[in-house]
């Protein structure tokens, strides 16, 4: 179970994340708003042995046994050491939380994933096609009384960028916690696929490394 009402693991992960640090799950959760870490705590221990063993994808990221949680791991990583290093730049429009908070919950349907299908908790299926799979994190995050703001409603929906379908040059459609997301998912995704897993290091130090300076 993943304790997440530590007010040192906060502070301490706070400090982490400032240092540089690639900090581990708890503590990058310990970063959210208060509502969501407890929601987010209880979708993980209510489905823990799939989190666990889920992969990233089939082939193209982080895609062995629990590459799933690697994957969700780097993005929120990248986001705490992009957001600190762009908005010490110029300010940016939204909080790390709500950037967090989307990268937990961007590929919330993954896990749920069985030979083509989704399946939830009571059993039932439906194939795994795009859309079905929106729907489904969407079932996921009212199930769980997950709350998002507008803002992060907008990076759920466009967190793999704008389809050609619904892409126009005369409106705006993805916004500016949207386009950050998207960055943070392409670079664990695109450029850092196979990293997430420290392969030849027991589970204690898996963390540890830093980010280079």
């Given at each position: 179970?993943?304790?997440?009402?530590?007010?040192?693991?906060?502070?301490?992960?706070?400090?982490?994340?400032?240092?540089?640090?690639?900090?581990?799950?708890?503590?990058?959760?310990?970063?959210?708003?208060?509502?969501?870490?407890?929601?987010?705590?209880?979708?993980?221990?209510?489905?823990?042995?799939?989190?666990?063993?889920?992969?990233?994808?089939?082939?193209?990221?982080?895609?062995?046994?629990?590459?799933y949680l690697d994957h969700v791991r780097e993005t929120m990583?990248?986001?705490?050491?992009?957001?600190?290093?762009?908005?010490?730049l110029r300010k940016l429009p939204f909080q790390l939380s709500?950037?967090?908070?989307?990268?937990?919950?961007?590929?919330?349907?993954?896990?749920?994933?069985?030979?083509?299908?989704?399946?939830?908790?009571?059993?039932?299926?439906?194939?795994?096609?795009?859309?079905?799979?929106?729907?489904?994190?969407?079932?996921?995050?009212?199930?769980?009384?997950?709350?998002?703001?507008?803002?992060?409603?907008?990076?759920?929906?466009?967190?793999?960028?704008?389809?050609?379908?619904?892409?126009?040059?005369?409106?705006?459609?993805?916004?500016?916690?949207?386009?950050?997301?998207?960055?943070?998912?392409?670079?664990?995704?695109?450029?850092?696929?196979?990293?997430?897993?420290?392969?030849?290091?027991?589970?204690?130090?898996?963390?540890?490394?830093?980010?280079?300076?």
């Amino acid at each position: 179970m993943i304790r997440l009402d530590n007010y040192s693991e906060i502070r301490l992960a706070t400090l982490e994340l400032e240092s540089g640090h690639y900090l581990d799950l708890t503590s990058l959760l310990s970063l959210v708003r208060y509502h969501n870490r407890q929601r987010f705590g209880k979708i993980i221990d209510d489905n823990a042995e799939r989190f666990m063993t889920a992969r990233g994808s089939t082939h193209n990221h982080q895609a062995w046994k629990g590459g799933y949680l690697d994957h969700v791991r780097e993005t929120m990583n990248i986001a705490c050491q992009l957001y600190r290093t762009l908005n010490g730049l110029r300010k940016l429009p939204f909080q790390l939380s709500d950037a967090l908070e989307v990268m937990f919950l961007h590929d919330i349907e993954k896990p749920f994933k069985q030979e083509g299908f989704l399946v939830d908790s009571e059993g039932n299926k439906v194939e795994a096609t795009k859309a079905n799979r929106e729907q489904f994190r969407r079932n996921l995050i009212v199930k769980y009384d997950i709350k998002l703001t507008e803002e992060q409603d907008n990076a759920m929906k466009y967190v793999e960028g704008v389809p050609d379908n619904v892409y126009t040059p005369n409106f705006r459609i993805m916004r500016e916690l949207a386009a950050f997301c998207h960055c943070c998912d392409i670079l664990s995704a695109r450029l850092w696929h196979d990293r997430g897993q420290e392969i030849d290091a027991p589970e204690w130090e898996r963390f540890e490394y830093k980010w280079q300076s």
